[in-house]
């Protein structure tokens, strides 16, 4: 895979992992005893039929020191299972796992954590039971209690902290202790704000120390940001290993399909979901090269199907909307009017939207736009029409039509959906169209090589703004020393 052995700091092979749900479990003291018996015997404990769960299937990858591989996948989909094994809390029912250095972890709320014990004695427990000597624990604990922004709580059971302080605490611990490998679950989902922000930070730093971390998350622009990795599982496969950027826009593609419900294209669909073709060989099934391009060239099959450029609707009663407002059409097109669901990211993007009013309670149409699903990009709506100093609310009921224009060159390369708003005065909330219309953004043709760079950009936008730079006066004083820490 292209990394020396001894930069190798996880090597995954193969590993598979199965839970047996098939024995037979009953609180009857007459069962109790017939299982102790045939244990005696040696017999094997009855199995019912289809109680067993694979979790994991075939996963193979190899990570370096310094990588930060993101883990993605819906709810069920192996990603905790997956860092148990990492964690060696579980063993794998077949394969391998060699993990090259000290292990800190975070798997869930209240791993490594005694309920009844304080903060600060936790602190000593779980830095002791991840391989830290009494000493470095000392060392590090001022460190690791201003980090964690628990104050005076160190000293109070752990029982009787919230959600949050609890994993303010956890992540604290683990990312202090001089770790050779981390593994985060979810830890950026908790908290607030301020702590989500000082978490990348320290993701970032202790990558750029050598430090290698498995973090598992449903937050996709964090993975794009701070992963050098990404990992798809689904229903306990790995479906692609690669670059962040390009397997989570393959991801929000898919899922995207999802939501909208595009059953008529389940056939489609269906041969997509298929782990691996029938002429695909053992060997290539645990190939993540392999599996990351078939990944992505699924994902582009279906692309035509989740971005849509025209929708309409020719009877009210079928519109989305209420007796106060219904969306009749709303449609993407470019500057000669083509309808089109994918834009270079230069071009204007034209959105046009019909509806029916139905009743003389004032209201105005907005609109959310989504970057990769979840982030919003921006807000919009004609109460803030840069054409017009004011804009009235509608009261007369009516058939009416609004078009408004994106400029090229804001937005960045990805996937972004459109959730209609329908609000009266104050913003109070008439209606709400999610996903009325998705489009997909990518770079000006030429761009990689025009500027040698073929990677993503952080962030739903993408301006191109006017720099200027001053004549440049010559060296007066001499650089500063070389950093070599």
């Avoid at 609890?166 to 770790?179: G, Q, Y």
Wanted: net charge negative; glycine share 8%.
């Amino acid at each position: 895979m292209g990394k020396s052995a001894e930069n190798i700091a996880i090597r995954v092979q193969r590993v598979s992992k199965v839970y047996d749900l098939s024995l037979r479990h009953t609180d009857k003291f007459r069962d109790v005893l017939t299982r102790g018996w045939e244990n005696l015997l040696g017999k094997k404990p009855e199995s019912l039929p289809g109680e067993r769960f694979q979790a994991l299937k075939n996963i193979s990858f190899e990570l370096a020191q310094g990588e930060v591989l993101g883990v993605i996948g819906d709810n069920g989909a192996g990603k905790s299972t997956l860092l148990k094994l990492l964690g060696e809390v579980t063993t794998p029912t077949e394969g391998s796992i060699v993990l090259n250095g000290r292990v800190s972890s975070i798997l869930e709320i209240g791993t490594g954590f005694h309920p009844e014990l304080s903060g600060k004695e936790n602190i000593f427990l779980s830095g002791q039971l991840q391989g830290m000597e009494k000493a470095e624990i000392e060392e590090k604990f001022q460190q690791i209690v201003a980090f964690s922004g628990i104050g005076d709580f160190i000293n109070v059971p752990v029982k009787r902290y919230s959600s949050g302080m609890f994993i303010r605490l956890a992540f604290s611990v683990a990312s202090h202790l001089d770790a050779d490998i981390v593994l985060l679950d979810e830890v950026l989902s908790v908290g607030d704000a301020e702590f989500r922000v000082k978490s990348l930070e320290k993701i970032k730093q202790l990558a750029k120390s050598g430090c290698t971390v498995v973090l598992v998350s449903h937050d996709l622009n964090s993975i794009d940001s701070l992963c050098t990795r990404c990992l798809v599982l689904e229903n306990g496969e790995m479906k692609a290993f690669g670059s962040p950027k390009e397997i989570t826009g393959a991801y929000i593609e898919r899922t995207l399909m999802d939501l909208e419900g595009e059953k008529e294209q389940k056939g489609e669909e269906d041969s997509a979901k298929e782990p691996v073709p029938e002429n695909t060989s053992q060997a290539d099934q645990a190939d993540p090269e392999a599996l990351t391009q078939s990944y992505l060239e699924q994902a582009e099959r279906l692309k035509n199907a989740r971005l849509i450029p025209v929708r309409q609707w020719k009877l009210a009663e079928e519109a989305p909307g209420n007796e106060i407002f219904r969306v009749k059409r709303a449609a993407l097109h470019d500057s000669q009017g083509e309808s089109k669901s994918t834009f270079r990211n230069a071009e204007s993007i034209f959105i046009e939207i019909d509806y029916w009013k139905f009743d003389a309670e004032p209201s105005c149409l907005a609109l959310v736009i989504l970057y990769q699903l979840t982030l919003p990009a921006f807000f919009c709506n004609p109460m803030f029409n840069a054409a017009q100093d004011e804009w009235q609310f509608d009261a007369t009921p009516g058939r009416y039509s609004l078009s408004c224009e994106i400029p090229g060159e804001i937005l960045n390369s990805g996937i972004y959906t459109l959730d209609l708003f329908v609000v009266g005065p104050g913003v109070k909330e008439i209606l709400n169209v999610p996903r009325l219309l998705n489009f997909k953004i990518e770079l000006e043709a030429g761009y990689a090589e025009k500027y040698n760079y073929s990677g993503g950009f952080p962030g739903p936008m993408f301006p191109r703004f006017a720099w200027k730079k001053a004549s440049v006066q010559p060296l007066e004083i001499p650089p500063p020393p070389a950093d070599h820490a």
